[in-house]
């Protein structure tokens, strides 16, 4: 079971997501294009990393890990 946190920027040009992987046991951080396209990792390991936010300028994204 997978699943997916989504967070829009105020800007609305990417997404910050985070998201499971196939087992359920681990989660990363991806951005991509506001429309979904061009998924990118930012984040890989064993730790849970998760709640992306964005800073107020959408230059960063700060989550838990």
């Known amino acids: ?3 997916t946190f989504t967070v829009r920027p105020r800007n609305g ?3 910050a997501i985070a998201t499971s992987d ?3 046991q681990d989660f990363d951080i991806a951005v991509a294009a506001a429309n979904g396209s061009g998924r990118r990792k930012i984040t890989e390991g ?3 990393d998760e709640e992306p936010a ?3 300028d959408g230059k960063w994204i700060a ?3």
Do not use: E, H, Q
């Open 1 to 3: 079971n997978c699943a």
């Open 13 to 15: 040009r990417y997404l």
């Open 22 to 24: 196939a087992t359920g």
């Open 46 to 48: 064993p730790a849970w």
């Open 54 to 56: 964005w800073s107020p």
């Open 63 to 65: 989550f838990a890990s």
